[in-house]
T-cell receptor, first 112, second 115 residues
Framework: GNSVTQMEGPVTLSEEAFLTINCTYT??????LFWYVQYPGEGLQLLLK?????DKGSNKGFEATYRKETTSFHLEKGSVQVSDSAVYFC???????????FGKGTSLLVTP | NAGVTQTPKFQVLKTGQSMTLQCAQD?????MSWYRQDPGMGLRLIHY???????DQGEVPNGYNVSRSTTEDFPLRLLSAAPSQTSVYFC??????????????FGPGTRLTVT
């Protein structure tokens, strides 16, 4: 079945540090890949997506590239801010149904 | 637009009690779903609906009922609450137009504790 594996958190970084959150997946066919973000006390919001191999999704300074050869979709940001503190979820859809498969989430804390 | 709204925000139940979690959206989305979020487990799909009168089970449907009588509303019913249902519940909606589906809009969540 489909599954998503994310790096364990929490991740603690100083402001302006470089961020990488690893995500790998297992799926049949050609899934679409997503990063969702959950700020404290809120629901999830779509951060970025990529629907085919080699696509790069980007938003708010975050980016992730769909790598079919390594089955990965790592999230990166060049310079994090305190306001980026949140939980980040990698997710996939294989297009065969309506469900998204979520990873377990990675908590990020950015300190001043 | 209010987006996706959920009530209540917090609820404490005793084992065996029943209750309904409310979810409403004002975006005319065809698709609505319920997830539960547990520590270290990510989000797991409970039930979903692709339109009024149509519902289906997700990954963890046992102990929950849903119905969809209108496009706007998608209530989740706990029939006989158990401590294992202590969780944060999120409702989400999305348009089924091609290319838009996976931008699911989430409500703020309901934190449920069953004692």
């Amino acid at each position: 079945g489909n599954s998503v594996t994310q790096m364990e958190g929490p991740v603690t970084l100083s402001e302006e540090a470089f961020l990488t959150i690893n995500c790998t997946y297992t799926a049949t066919g050609y899934p679409s890949l997503f990063w969702y973000v959950q700020y404290p006390g809120e629901g999830l919001q779509l951060l970025l997506k990529a629907t085919k191999a080699d696509d790069k999704g980007s938003n708010k300074g975050f980016e992730a590239t769909y790598r079919k050869e390594t089955t990965s979709f790592h999230l990166e940001k060049g310079s994090v801010q305190v306001s980026d503190s949140a939980v980040y979820f990698c997710a996939l859809s294989d297009g065969s149904g309506y469900a998204l498969n979520f990873g377990k989430g990675t908590s990020l804390l950015v300190t001043p | 637009n209010a987006g996706v709204t959920q009530t209540p925000k917090f609820q404490v139940l005793k084992t065996g009690q029943s209750m309904t979690l409310q979810c409403a959206q004002d975006m005319n989305h065809e698709y609505m779903s319920w997830y539960r979020q547990d520590p270290g487990m990510g989000l797991r799909l409970i039930h979903y609906s692709v339109g009024a009168g149509i519902t289906d089970q997700g990954e963890v449907p046992n102990g929950y009922n849903v119905s969809r009588s209108t496009t706007e509303d998608f209530p989740l019913r706990l029939l006989s609450a158990a401590p294992s249902q202590t969780s944060v519940y999120f409702c989400a909606s999305s348009s089924l137009l091609a290319g838009d589906f996976h931008e699911q809009y989430f409500g703020p969540g309901t934190r449920l504790t069953v004692t």
